[in-house]
Every structure is written in structure tokens, then in C-alpha cells.
């Protein structure tokens, strides 16, 4: 509930056109993962979600607890749409660019090409899962949000039926 509250006053300040005051600290981007994928994992007995991480430190000057926060929104998403259950896979490597990256894949009902273009805008819903799961359309504005204040970048691809993949990039 905590978490909610804390995303729907991030959204209020983004929608006033405010920037979120961040308290950048030097992190652990694989303890992040980690503690989001434990409190993910407790959510769900129909998943099981792994991690592999490709390389050494993941340390940087970032918000922990909204990293923390975007990372526990994609592992939700993935379990919630992928209804009947499989893997979760969390995949934290360095890009050739310097940064670090965070890959959250599933394998549930994926996201029409139609609605990929407007994914992460506030209140957008795919098609394929209006009206059957629920949820509000405010979790990946402000995942992106996050991501995009603290110099990162985050992406999806997707083919509907086969699942997705959102990958988030974080400077190091």
C-alpha cells in the first residue's frame, strides 16, 4: 500500500509537470533486483523468477527505492500478464555503452504492435488485456519517468501471444 501511494504521489508530480526529488545514493543495482524479485516471488506460486547477472559490480548514484520500485512494477506486470504461470527471467548485464542494464522477460499474453507506440503513456491499456486484468495504466509512466530523471532509458518489445520484454538502462 506504501508503494501505491508513494507511485500516485510520483504520477501527481509528474503530471503537474514537476520533476520527482530524487535522493541519489551509490546503490547496488544487483541487491535492487534481488529485493524485488523476493517480494515479487512471494506474490506468486504459478512463476518462477530468475536472475542471471552477466558481469561484476552494478553500482551507481541512483534512487535505490524507486529503481526498486520500477523493477517490482515490470516482475508484477509480468506475472500478472502471464496468467498461467512459467518463468520470469531478470537478466542484469553491462552494455558495450558503459551502462548497466535490467531485462525483465516473460512469456504471457504479450502486447499488440498497436498498442507498443503508447505503452508507457499515463492510463494507456492493451487491448488484449482491457476488461480482463486489471490494473490502471499508471505503472509504466511512471517506471519511465523514474528511469528517464535519473539518466536512463526503458524499452519494450513484444509479440502478442508470446510474451514481453522491457529493458531498462541505467548509466553506471
Known amino acids: 500500500m506504501s508503494a501505491q501511494i508513494e507511485e500516485l504521489l510520483d504520477v501527481a508530480m509528474i503530471r503537474a509537470g514537476r520533476p520527482l526529488r530524487l535522493d541519489l545514493q551509490q546503490a547496488d543495482l544487483v541487491e535492487i533486483v534481488q529485493r524485488a524479485i523476493s517480494l ?64 525483465v522477460a516473460d512469456a504471457g499474453i504479450g502486447i499488440p504492435a498497436r498498442d507498443l507506440p503508447h505503452i508507457f503513456e499515463r492510463f494507456h491499456r492493451a487491448a488484449n488485456s482491457a476488461g480482463r486484468i486489471k490494473g490502471t495504466g499508471l505503472g509504466l509512466t511512471s517506471a519511465l519517468r523514474i528511469i528517464e530523471q535519473q539518466g536512463g532509458t526503458i524499452e519494450v518489445t513484444s509479440v502478442e501471444g508470446q510474451g514481453s520484454v522491457f529493458t531498462v538502462r541505467l548509466p553506471l
Not at 512494477?73 to 555503452?97: C, F, Q, W
Open 40 to 103: 515479487a516471488q512471494t506474490s506468486t506460486e504459478l512463476h518462477t523468477l530468475r536472475l542471471s547477472v552477466d558481469g561484476a559490480a552494478f553500482t551507481g548514484e541512483w534512487d535505490g527505492p524507486r529503481i526498486e520500485r520500477v523493477v517490482t512494477n515490470l516482475l508484477s506486470n509480468a506475472i500478472k500478464y502471464s496468467p498461467d504461470g512459467g518463468p520470469v527471467e531478470v537478466t542484469l548485464r553491462h552494455e558495450p555503452d558503459g551502462s548497466a542494464s535490467i531485462s
